[in-house]
């Protein structure tokens, strides 16, 4: 099985900061990487897929990059309904799993 | 645009079966993967499992000895069940759509019901 690692499990920043959130495979994905956004009591939001393709209706300060094992997400300037819960999750190999989550908070 | 919902019991027994069901509207059930996927309180996100709509099904091995997924195309529904629940799989239960693209991405979710395993 394929295990997720996100870095930082936390971070605080202010609106209009630039933030990244890293997420690390156990083994070569490729490109079979998404990333979800979500809120307290809510579902979560699809954001990007296939690693750097941004959802229909997504913002454009969300982008994603990597391949291989190592892959971030980056806000470019951190809106104050961005605060919410990350998770990325492979899609390359049966089972898929989720990585265990970046909380930003409002510092 | 595509509705999921769950519905099902929100309280279980330990030992029996937890048995859910996720009403797809506004959209067909064809042509699409249909996951659960669950989250412990305060926990992260775990794949349960898929039905792609002609019937084939993958499982989660942490899972799969107890746990059966099943689709109904004409009520557009798909349904999990997992037998002799412990308190462990107490969590929000969600269920959601990937397109057959070759990347499994969520792309729809219900919006999760909550089952609590209790006696």
């Known amino acids: 099985d394929i295990q997720m690692t996100q870095s930082p499990s936390s971070l605080s920043a202010s609106v209009g900061d630039r933030v990244t959130i890293t997420c690390r495979a156990s083994?070569?994905?490729?490109?079979?990487l998404n990333w979800y956004q979500q809120k307290p009591g809510k579902a979560p939001k699809l954001l990007i897929y296939a690693a750097s393709s941004l959802q229909s209706g997504v913002p454009s300060r969300f982008s994603g990059s990597g391949s291989g094992t190592d892959f971030t997400l980056t806000i470019s300037s951190l809106q104050p309904e961005d605060f919410a819960t990350y998770y990325c999750q492979q899609s390359y190999s049966t089972p898929l799993s989720f990585g265990g989550g970046t909380k930003v908070e409002i510092k | 645009q595509v509705q999921l919902q769950e519905s099902g019991p929100g309280l279980v027994k330990p030992s029996e079966t937890l048995s859910l069901t996720c009403t797809v509207s506004?959209?067909?059930?064809?042509?699409?993967?249909w996951s659960w996927i669950r989250q412990p309180p305060g926990k992260a996100l775990e794949w349960i499992g898929y039905?792609?709509?002609?019937?084939?099904?993958y499982y989660n091995p942490s899972l799969k000895s107890r746990v059966t997924i099943s689709v109904d195309t004409s009520k557009n529904q798909f349904s999990v069940k997992l037998t002799s629940v412990t308190a462990a799989d107490t969590a929000v239960y969600f269920c959601?759509?990937?397109?057959?693209?070759?990347?499994?991405?969520?792309?729809?979710w219900g919006q999760g019901t909550l089952v609590t395993v209790s006696s």
């Open positions: 039905i792609y709509y002609s019937g084939t099904t």
């Open positions: 506004g959209g067909s059930i064809s042509s699409y993967y």
């Open positions: 083994q070569s994905i490729r490109n079979y």
């Open positions: 959601a759509r990937a397109p057959s693209t070759g990347y499994y991405y969520f792309d729809s």
